[in-house]
């Protein structure tokens, strides 16, 4: 493992997002920025979508830093969103493509309804504009919307977008399908992954789960929790400590890194060597990418 700068311990962040979802930068790009930022194991976490694997080996065996690869599945819990990292995943897992196609083509038809109701208040938004900005088969979320709508000089970024009118008790907020979180737990499991429930406590994002609801989702497979993360204050943090504690889950940390669109910047959380080690040995699915693949 490479240990750039003059950091002894190897930067390790195992969640960042490239433009095959909703960050800003290819994956090549993302993880050029990641080598630039000091990083040496960079997880790709894209929503839903493990397009951005193939650009990002690439690049990370050209700058010489290991990308642990990943997704983080949209899920639910009794209809309240649950966002489900997932490592080292088998990319070619019938049953999780599957259910990534499923969830995506979802979140395509939730976009245009909340285009719709947009547009029928007057907001200069446009399916087709912002499909063509986003790109073919990108996984779209109201991020790509809110990019639409600071394009038409709106509003000046996407936080303002998403404090206005995209945040989750919005009337513009368009709920969209997605598989309960311990389905896709067990397909994770299945597909030789690490399933990690990302950010568990931020509040500022709407509710979030009890500790008897990650207790359950623990009983069904779930390995680790997101303790560090920018969304989770000192009680957050210490809340999921102890229930990692307590169950014996991996404790990750991560930027949730998503290029220009989030203030989030790059190893701003990070994960513990050992930590990591441990997460590597419970997936199977997929070998590293770059410079340990
Ligand atoms: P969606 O998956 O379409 O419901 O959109 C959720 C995504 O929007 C998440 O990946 C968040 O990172 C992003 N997001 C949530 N709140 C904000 C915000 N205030 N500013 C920018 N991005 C945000
Ligand atoms: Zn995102
Ligand atoms: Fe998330
Ligand atoms: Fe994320």
Known sequence: MSTTGSAASPVIDLHAHSAHSDGTQSAADLVLAASCAGVDVLGLTDHDVVDGWDAAAAQAARVGITVVPGVELSTQVAGMSVHLLAYLVDPWDRTLGAMMGTIRAHRTARLRRTVEL???????????????????????????????????????????????????????????????TSEAIGTVRSAGGVPVLAHPFAHRRGRVLTEADIDDLVDVGLCGLEVHHPDHDAEAVATAGSISARRGLVQTGASDYHGTGKSNRLAQCTTAPETLERLLGMGSGSPLLGSRG
């Open 118 to 180: 947009l547009a029928a208040d007057g907001y200069p938004v446009d399916y087709d504009e912002i499909v063509a900005w986003a790109g073919a088969g990108t996984t779209l979320g109201r991020p790509h919307v809110a990019d639409a709508l600071v394009r038409a000089g709106s509003f000046p970024d996407r936080d303002a977008v998403f404090e206005t009118l995209l945040h989750s008790s919005s009337p513009y907020y368009v709920r969209h399908w997605a598989p309960s």
